[in-house]
């Protein structure tokens, strides 16, 4: 779980940062990326899991286990010190 003042909320997204707790094969990360999720990605996983927030932050809070269990499972495709930017297509929507 994060500490929500981790959050940067922007007005075109929201700027995070996690750090990956397992390994993957022989690579293991020892960084915290940089990650970044927009709004209108945000807008678009709250539709699909019936989400009743409407601002961007709640959303986030809402959903934070998914958005970060994405991105820690995506760190391994970006090097320390890129910004690791989640879309929508990222997330197993089962419905799609």
Same mark, same amino acid.
Do not use: W
């Given at each position: 779980?994060? #500490?929500?003042?981790?959050?940067?909320? =922007? =007005?075109?997204?929201?700027?995070?940062?996690?750090?990956? =707790?397992? *390994? @993957?094969?022989? *690579? /293991? #990360?020892? @960084?915290?990326?940089?990650?970044?999720?927009? #709004?209108? =990605?945000?807008?678009?996983?709250?539709? /699909? *899991? #019936?989400?009743?927030a409407s601002l961007p932050e709640e959303i986030f809070r809402q959903l934070e286990n998914e958005i970060t269990g994405a991105a820690a499972r995506l760190s391994h495709a970006v090097g320390a010190g890129k910004l690791l930017e989640l879309r929508y297509k990222n997330f197993i929507v089962m419905d799609d």
């Open positions: 779980m994060m #500490n929500y003042s981790d959050l940067d909320v =922007t =007005t075109s997204g929201i700027n995070f940062s996690v750090q990956p =707790t397992f *390994r @993957f094969g022989s *690579r /293991r #990360n020892l @960084f915290a990326p940089h990650c970044y999720v927009s #709004n209108e =990605t945000l807008s678009e996983l709250a539709a /699909r *899991r #019936n989400c009743k």
